[in-house]
């Protein structure tokens, strides 16, 4: 009896029996993360080595795991090339926005008073916008498939992005109003000893502290971010256009973009973890339920450098968009 031999599996059957060619965005992260739950630990070497231990307690050993991470699918699907363009046009566009308002002398023609609000509002963002960062590279570093691996970087290339332009920024209200404005001396100690600040700076110094990557991720996405994301691109845009600063509500609302970009591959993976494990439902609502004073304190306090803000509308304002991100992801 003629036997039929069987063919050689294709390239891509790592993912399975798709019947379909993967695409470029499927190829270029299935099973990267290949330390993932590897036996005897993570990464050759001693199972006892720190870098082995770290990870088998603050990853492996997280009550934020399902059984199969490789089906999760950032809603955007963007590879690293694909965000590469993507940010190429907007920082195209950026660039023309800054070439016309210098032309204009938009900076030059603020008021006194604005002035004096983008000096203790907006110059001290540079450090928990990178705390913001290094979060997300945290959360990057420790999660369990590149499909989350991915949108977390790309999140903290944003948040780079966010940085830059504001210390762009800084430095051209330097030029124009006074060199002290853009002194790391005088931006350090509002972050570290201004009134105003010490409930984000409390709240963004602990987030360094969370080692369990799912309770990174759970505060910084679903409650920290938001919050803070809603300052910048509800509120203090409002503001700015209020103030005839075009230039920065414009900026402003470049890198709200982003931030709705984020939400979405926050709330869809919030999706798939409960899906696939239901009782992540209760460990993710108690993470919130955990860090969400800090994000309202956060709140109401930076509130009080926006002269002129209707403090319990910005107070609404970010209550509402973590309540949104909330019922986006199912929690």
Do not use: C
Request: proline share 5%.
């Amino acid at each position: 009896m003629a036997t039929r031999e069987r063919k050689a599996p294709k390239t891509w059957s790592l993912l399975g029996d798709v019947k379909r060619r993967p695409s470029v965005y499927e190829v270029t992260a299935s099973q990267f993360a290949y330390h993932f739950r590897r036996e005897p630990a993570p990464f050759e070497m001693s199972p006892d080595a720190p870098i082995n231990e770290w990870y088998l307690t603050h990853r492996e050993g997280s009550v934020f795991n399902v059984d199969d991470w490789e089906g999760y699918r950032d809603p955007a699907k963007l590879t690293y090339s694909d965000y590469v363009m993507l940010q190429h046009d907007r920082e195209t566009y950026l660039d023309g926005l800054i070439d016309h308002h210098e032309s204009a002398s938009s900076v030059e023609s603020l008021s006194p008073e604005w002035v004096s609000t983008l000096t203790n509002a907006v110059v001290p963002l540079r450090f928990p916008l990178h705390i913001m960062q290094m979060t997300a590279l945290y959360v990057a570093q420790m999660a369990p498939t590149a499909f989350i691996i991915n949108a977390s970087n790309f999140q903290a290339a944003d948040e780079m992005r966010r940085v830059q332009r504001l210390a762009y920024l800084t430095k051209w209200l330097a030029n124009a109003h006074g060199e002290s404005i853009a002194s790391t001396d005088a931006a350090r100690a509002a972050w570290e000893k201004g009134e105003a600040w010490q409930p984000m700076r409390k709240a963004l110094e602990e987030l360094l502290g969370v080692y369990d990557w799912g309770e990174a991720f759970a505060a910084l996405d679903l409650v920290i971010k938001p919050a803070i994301d809603s300052l910048l691109g509800d509120s203090l845009a409002a503001l700015a256009a209020e103030n005839d600063d075009e230039l920065l509500a414009l900026l402003l609302a470049e890198f709200h973009r982003d931030a709705e970009r984020s939400k979405d591959w926050t709330a869809e993976l919030v999706r798939y973890a409960v899906a696939n494990n239901p009782a992540l439902a209760e460990v993710l609502s108690t993470w919130v339920a955990a860090w969400t004073p800090a994000a309202d304190a956060l709140v109401s306090s930076y509130a009080t450098l926006l002269p002129g803000a209707d403090t319990a509308a910005v107070v609404t304002a970010a209550a509402k968009a973590r309540a949104d991100l909330l019922a986006a992801s199912g929690l």
